[in-house]
């Protein structure tokens, strides 16, 4: 019995490398290598930067999602509350005189009491997250364009917005905020108590109750995580159009929902990373641009990203389903 | 009568594995035609296996079953019901957002040009209903609003509808109140009457004395007897068949002294804790280094109370108290803080990461204790924690990234258990600690208890295997109709006194 007990374990395995949850990384660098091969303009410094830029904005609205699913939620309210961020930057800016620096912050605390609610409606009544956040979802799209439509297209005044365009070494600054914060959350989520139970709670929730975590109370702080930096993320993308406009964040939970998929979370919980949510995200975009680069209809892109969304997550059941 | 009306339903030699557990091994007996057959014996003893086999819900892995002489071949539901056999489960399977009729005649037997002719549907259903007595019961009202004894009535008319030759009836009174139970019996003995056989299980000793013909006996997995219900056949005889083992020559050996000293220090009180309809004020205490057992049939309220004990489950009143320092309210989390851990009954619900390397299982309850500086953890520290527990309870396993989820049940209950004693519990509430698993991991399992309440830990063992308990606990208390019944002594245990209060609530026989 005590045979292979003990005296075999290895303290410091290798994780085998899994192609799976790597996968990403390989679509990545392929569809990378093939615009650059088939687009003449595909391959300059301006291109990749200005892509980056685009996927640096709605990175934050996948960072609250990545962590939410990893236990098994999903939070559809994300593109939503990215609009609000932008549409309550205006609202601080045009009619409460504030400047940029007091107006972000209190449009995170809102959003962040928006997504406290819903997480507290979620576990406290055991409701579908999916079905509560479409509720967010179309409540506060709704409060978004009414606010738009009040500011008739004004203008933020440039030095409100104008810290959007820093750079650091020739690289826009939020670029190497989402890489900072991708890395970071990476390196909490392997390694620090607060986000390792994650993957717990995602793996077996009544366990977790069983052995003394506040299971739900994470969950709450997640989806109020979620929230504000998707309205983070909206606020610092109307700073970089100037003006509030509907479009910010419209749409962007379908994106967000496939980059993180393809990027190896898994809809059952248990799975997801920052890192690779990342590159999921730019996976996205850097198709979208492709296609644009292809002139392929804008409609019909959508149909393509649909059918990429309907592959990834038959995929994941057919991966991960079958443990459940 | 004829041999074939002697030997309706033949079960020959059936034997059925599950993993390693022996759910069924080489039983044998006749049902006759037209009788009323109750299959009696402990939880486990293999009572629901070898209905779900006659059922069709499972085949057998040897032996056959042959009915009025026809030797069955496939094993599916559907075989079954074209066999003329139904199962009608505890657990009612109605459609409770469809009507009455269309519960009963599910599949639409009364058409009219194409389409279903309510009127006839509803004057069948209210035919069959008052046949049963059930007038209270409209064909047309929705299943959800009617009690739950008249869905259970229901669900039996379903099958009845079907002109079965054979009905299963699992425990069909555990949810009704006496008169609907008393209803239920008329009924089936009118059934009976009509030339319909049933097999009847029930842990309810009046009810099975009141309407069996015959009465068959499991215990472990292996027929025991078959006993006629003669108004000579006393509930002693069903108990001693129910429990008779010969234990001298098992792997468990009956304490016989309490281990633990008169003036151990008392760990947890129970006072009071109740809950309408589900378990009636109970007290208990458990003093240091003692294993107090909690035994129950089915339904007894026995797994419940541990839930409630651990904040699992809410309670109406009562409270509890740790070490002196009283709870009127108790989660999870504050018991983990108390130094109680809990081990749950099925580890496949709730009680491991099974997708998760045993490292992180094992740190879970305590991930406090290995965080530094913003929640990093101390890995190296989890490594030599977990490398340690592995070698103390000689869990088999290949690395410490392996996931329970490939692990034996034996070696998954272990490190179950690990996880519960990693946080160093000065109480620990163990819940079925050996369901499923080999006999070489029972026997360890065994020991580590016996270990752990040696240095001082205090230990409830909620079992329903009663020779475990024999020989873990220093008292057993009884459960049984949501109350404990008695508390039986280190030195006084025998299977026989503890299942008659288990089973029938007073030590002495009864004539009844």
Known sequence: ??????????????????????????????????????????????????????????????????????????????????????????????????????????????????????????????????????????????????????????????????????EVLGVKWTILAMVAVAVLFEL??????????????????????????????????????????????????TCRLKHPHVTVGANLEIGIITAAVIGGASIFGGRGSMVRTMLGVFFVFLLQNGMTSYNINTYVQQIILGSILILAIHLDVRINGKRT | MTASDRE??????????????????????????????????????????????????????????????????????????????????????????????????????????????????????????????????????????????????????RSIVAEPKVIILDEPTSGLNDHEADLLLNILKRLKGEGLTIIYISHRFKEIMRISDRITVLRDGEFVATLENTPDLAESELINNMVGRDLSASLYQIKTVANTSPDAPVLLEVKGLAKRNALNPTDLSLAAGEILGVFGLEGSGASRLSRMMYGLEGKDEGEIAIKGKRFPKVNPRLMVAERVMYLNNNRKIAGLLP????????????????????????????????????????????????????????????????????????????????????????????????????????IVIFSSELPELMSLSDRILVMRENSIVDEVKAGDYTEQTIMRYAAVGSAEPEGE
């Not at chain 2, 340690?388 to 329970?404: C, Q, V």
């Open chain 2, 355 to 458: 997708e998760l390397p045993v490292t992180d299982n094992l740190s879970l309850p305590v991930l406090r204790r290995f965080s530094r500086f913003l929640g990093f953890l101390n890995l190296k520290a989890i490594a030599r924690l977990a490398t340690d527990f592995i070698k103390a309870f000689a869990i088999a396993l290949p690395s410490l990234s392996t996931r329970p989820a490939n692990l034996s049940g034996g070696n998954q209950q272990k490190v179950m258990l690990s996880i519960c004693l990693v946080p160093e519990p000065e109480i620990l509430i163990v819940n079925e600690p050996t369901r499923g698993i080999d006999v070489g991991a029972k026997t360890e399992i065994h020991k580590f208890l016996l270990d752990i309440a040696s240095k001082g830990v205090g």
């Open chain 1, 1 to 166: 019995m005590t045979a292979n007990t003990g005296r075999s374990l290895a303290t410091h395995e290798k994780r085998n490398f899994n192609f799976g949850s790597w996968i990403i990384l390989f679509l990545t660098i392929g569809l990378f290598v093939f615009l650059s091969l088939t687009r003449k303009n595909f391959l300059t410094y301006n291109n990749i930067h200005s892509i980056l830029y685009e996927v640096s904005f709605s990175f934050f609205a996948a960072v609250g999602f990545t962590l939410l699913i990893i236990m098994g939620e999903l939070d559809l309210s994300v593109g939503s509350l990215f609009g609000l961020g932008g549409a309550l930057l205006g609202l601080f800016i045009f009619n409460h005189r504030l400047s940029v620096e007091a107006a972000i912050p209190l449009a995170m605390a809102i959003a962040a009491v928006i997504g406290l609610a819903a997480g507290f409606l979620i576990t406290a009544f055991k409701l579908n997250s999916m079905m509560v956040t479409i509720g967010v979802m179309m409540a506060v799209k709704g409060y978004n364009w009414i606010q738009i439509q009040k500011f008739g297209g004004r203008q933020i005044p440039r030095a409100q917005w104008g810290f959007i365009t820093q």
């Open chain 1, 188 to 237: 909490f989520l392997a390694r620090s108590r607060h986000l390792k139970q994650l993957y717990c709670i995602g793996n077996n929730f009544s366990t977790t109750i069983l052995y003394g975590l506040n299971a739900n109370l994470v969950k709450i702080l997640c989806f109020s995580a979620s929230a504000a930096l998707s309205a983070f993320g909206g606020a610092l993308m």
């Open chain 2, 8 to 157: 309706f339903l033949k079960i020959a030699d059936i034997t059925k594995t599950y993993g390693v557990v022996k759910a069924l091994t080489g039983v044998s007996f006749s049902i006759r035609r037209g009788e009323i057959h109750t299959v009696l014996g402990e939880n486990g003893a293999g009572k629901s296996t070898l209905m779900k086999i006659i059922g069709g819900e499972t085949g057998p892995d040897s032996g056959e079953i042959t009915l009025d002489g026809r030797r069955i071949e496939h094993f599916s539901p559907a075989a079954a019901h074209a066999l003329g056999i139904h199962m009608v489960h505890q657990e009612l399977a109605v459609f409770e957002n469809l009507t009455v009729a269309e519960n009963i005649f599910p599949y639409h037997n009364f058409k009219k040009g194409g389409r279903i002719d309510y009127a006839r549907l509803h004057e069948e259903t209210r035919n069959k209903l008052n046949l049963f007595g059930l007038k209270t019961i409209k064909p047309e009202e929705t299943l959800g609003s009617v009690t739950l004894a008249g869905q259970q009535m229901v669900e039996i008319l």
